[in-house]
């Protein structure tokens, strides 16, 4: 059980605020007031009269109406009961239920939170109906970037109050940029003059850390925490400026909540009055929702969300938090949702972070809940079970569906992933018109008086007992080491498709081979220049005037997957090979020339990275290839099985900090595994070479396409299985 898990959560309806959850949400029904398995409800309180589900609960309101029923049911006559259960379908016909049909949303969430590895808190409530869902909501937790929507509160009150003007306008200097997320410090110059309006925009749109420091001192430092105060927010307080702890108004939360602190109840409740207009004027609330409706986070709550969804939310996110709140608006009326997060495991800055695909999963989980049955999408969610770590648990995937597995992860698949087997289940085949997109049967709705149209598919044969096991990868390959031929594969290793950051190991491979030429470049200080600190996707948090020896910026590059130090390292060594033009087209030209002598006849590249480029693909079996020829080097070697690194970062000023890189590779948590590169874009799905030893004998596996890093993970583990025991291995 994770640290979630110890936590109870419940569902109830709402109750005030400031009472400590145990008392708040109760204990669970008795027995007697719940519907058994399989029983039909009596009161036609669910949808078409069908069956309820196992231990489904009654509501309060529901549990009033059955007692009175149940009192006056043994006095009536059999007319009489009629007339009121007739009453009773009418009710029920007329007054909104929010329970959907299915899981209750406590069930839907409750297993996304305990499987989370790390301190979670989360509140839901439907804004017109009050129907409401708290785990841990009342519980102070660091808020991080989350504080900016409060910021934004207390800027439109005073332009409300006259204290300021909209359009009045800020002056940027040198002395008032800070490093993070926005835009103002690496793109606008000192003397640079915004109006307030527009610093608000940046501020909620793209977390500006700059935009936020200007908007403070133009508000007073203090000003935030004493609004929230006066609303009943009195655990939402900002500590200090972003980046500036010396400016802290209480140096002791500072320490404990870092930037700000929140609830998830606070921040529902703030949602709340902006949803109904009062949030400092209603045309103040107009605005502040329109800013909400345009925030750039799409790693969060939009990520798994129905196309034209709308969601108007703030997120924040630090090495160890996640968090994210706003008010989606689903087909039954509008959600205020709030997670936070802290103390998280997963602390990479990669696009299949735990704690944003978390967020993810409930925004979608909430909106399945409040979607009416037959305005679903027939191909909606899909799930590969791949952590069950069970050869044979294999689903088909519908393509560019949301995907769930065991261990609580999930990322977008690619629209060209579809699991398959090792030739035991056929992959990217059409689906059978009785079939939905997961490859079920699909129930039939069949007029009264007639028979079915067609009879039902016939069963496919029973799964084998032998060869590879089921997958959810779309490829994969097993490798011997030494050499890097391919022993098994699904079929497809041949084909070229998108590898996202395992493009990594080649730009290790060809810088690696420089240094065997030129040795004394390891101990090179490379500085960060903007091309490199404004790379996208997964970060090594080295910013621009940092610099670090080379052999730190490998470690960046291997080990959290630095988009933004595997272009260092090209810029860096491209200005030391011959000839005209730029120093990274130059540096990935002599990647391409490394792979034409490597024989990897299926690769190609265009950037350093891996970062989605049309036509920049590879083959698992030339990956596979291409690590057995890297794993020769000791030093690729020892980078690419280590765990964590510390690194020594001189910065712009003069001073220095320790930089930690933690490896994305999960494998290496686990006996037996060395290396060697992950890799996660939408268009490439969860990617994953790996490197195994048992005894003497050592196996790489390559896996392309899996619908998240845990099933990624999970595959490999079966197919080094496999092979271990097809290769007598104990």
Request: charged residues 25%; glycine residues 8%; hydrophobic residues 40%.
């Amino acid at each position: 059980m994770t640290r979630s898990a110890a936590h109870g959560a419940c569902f109830a309806p709402w109750s005030p605020p400031n009472r400590r959850s145990s008392r708040r949400w109760g204990l669970p029904i008795p027995g007697k007031l719940a519907v058994a398995p399989g029983e039909r409800h009596n009161l036609g309180i669910f949808p078409r009269n069908r069956p309820a589900p196992e231990g489904w609960p009654l509501r309060r309101d529901e549990r009033r109406f059955a007692r009175r029923v149940l009192c006056i049911e043994s006095s009536m006559t059999g007319k009489q009961l009629g007339c009121l259960l007739l009453v009773a379908g009418i009710w029920t016909a007329v007054v909104p239920v929010p329970i959907a049909w299915g899981q209750t949303l406590d069930r839907r969430l409750k297993g996304l939170i305990e499987d989370h590895d790390g301190e979670v808190a989360v509140a839901v409530e439907h804004l017109q109906t009050q129907e409401r869902f708290g785990f841990r909501s009342d519980e102070v937790m660091s808020a991080a970037s989350l504080i900016k929507f409060p910021v934004m509160v207390e800027v439109y009150r005073q332009s409300e109050q006259g204290q300021i003007e909209l359009h009045q306008f800020l002056e940027l200097t040198e002395q008032d940029k800070v490093p993070g997320s926005g835009i103002l410090t690496p793109h606008f110059s000192p003397g640079a003059r915004l109006a307030i309006v527009d610093a608000v925009r940046l501020m909620i749109a793209f977390s500006d850390n700059t935009a936020t420091n200007l908007l403070l001192d133009k508000i007073g430092l203090g000003a935030t925490t004493e609004t929230m105060r006066t609303l009943g927010f009195p655990n939402t307080r900002l500590n200090s400026k972003v980046y500036r702890r010396e400016t802290s108004l209480d140096l002791e939360r500072s320490r404990e909540f870092g930037l700000a602190s929140t609830t998830a109840d606070e921040m529902v409740g703030l949602l709340r009055l902006l949803h109904e207009r009062k949030l400092v004027s209603p045309k103040a609330s107009d605005a502040m929702h329109a800013h909400l409706l345009n925030c750039d986070d799409h790693h969060k709550f939009p990520r798994f969300l129905p196309e034209g969804a709308k969601v108007a939310f703030k997120t924040g996110s630090t090495e160890a938090i996640r968090s994210a709140a706003g008010i989606l608006e689903t087909p039954r009326g509008p959600v205020a949702i709030c997670v936070l997060t802290s103390e998280n495991a997963d602390r990479r800055w990669s696009e299949d972070n735990e704690g944003d695909v978390l967020c993810a999963r409930i925004a979608r989980e909430v909106w399945d809940y409040f979607t009416p049955a037959e305005k679903e999408d027939p191909e909606a969610d899909g799930s590969c079970f791949g952590a069950a770590s069970v050869p044979g648990a294999n689903a088909s995937q519908g393509a560019g569906n949301p995907v769930g597995v065991s261990d609580g992860g999930g990322e977008e698949s690619s629209p060209e992933i579809t699991a398959e087997s090792s030739g035991q289940i056929e992959a990217n085949r059409p689906l059978d018109s009785g079939e939905d997109a997961n490859g079920e049967a699909r129930d039939e709705i069949i007029p009264a008086g007639a028979s079915s149209q067609k009879p039902l598919p016939k069963r496919l044969p029973a799964d084998s007992l032998s060869g590879p096991p089921f997958t959810c990868s779309a490829v994969w390959a097993i490798a011997e080491a030494r050499t890097g031929k391919v022993l098994w594969d699904n079929g497809s290793a041949a084909v070229a498709r998108d590898i996202a950051s395992t493009t990594k190991i080649m730009t290790a491979w060809v810088a690696l081979k420089m240094v065997a030429a030129e040795p004394g470049l390891l101990q090179t200080r490379v500085m960060m220049d903007q091309q490199a600190d404004q790379t996208a996707g997964s970060s090594s948090q080295l910013v621009e005037g940092e610099s670090v020896v080379f052999q730190d910026l490998l470690y960046a590059m291997l080990l959290p997957s630095g988009n933004d130090a595997a272009t260092a390292v090209g810029r860096f060594l491209g200005k030391r090979i011959d000839g005209e033009g730029d120093a990274l087209a130059k540096f990935v030209a002599e990647m391409n020339r490394e792979a034409g002598r490597l024989g990897l006849k299926g690769t190609r590249y265009l950037n350093p990275h891996g970062l989605p480029q049309k036509k920049h693909m590879s083959t698992a079996r030339d990956l596979a290839r291409l690590a057995a020829v890297a794993l020769q080097d000791p030093l690729f070697r020892k980078i690419v099985s280590t765990r964590e690194h510390r690194a020594r970062v001189l910065q712009g000023d003069g001073k220095t900090r320790e930089a930690v890189w933690r490896n994305t590779n999960r494998l290496l948590a686990i006996e037996g595994y060395q290396g060697v590169k992950t890799g996660f874009t939408s268009a490439a799905g969860s990617c994953l070479v790996s490197m195994g030893q048992r005894g003497q004998e050592e196996l790489i596996v390559v896996v392309l396409g899996a619908p998240s890093a845990a099933a990624a993970v999970s595959d490999s583990r079966n197919l080094y299985r496999f092979a271990w025991q097809t290769r007598g291995q104990k």
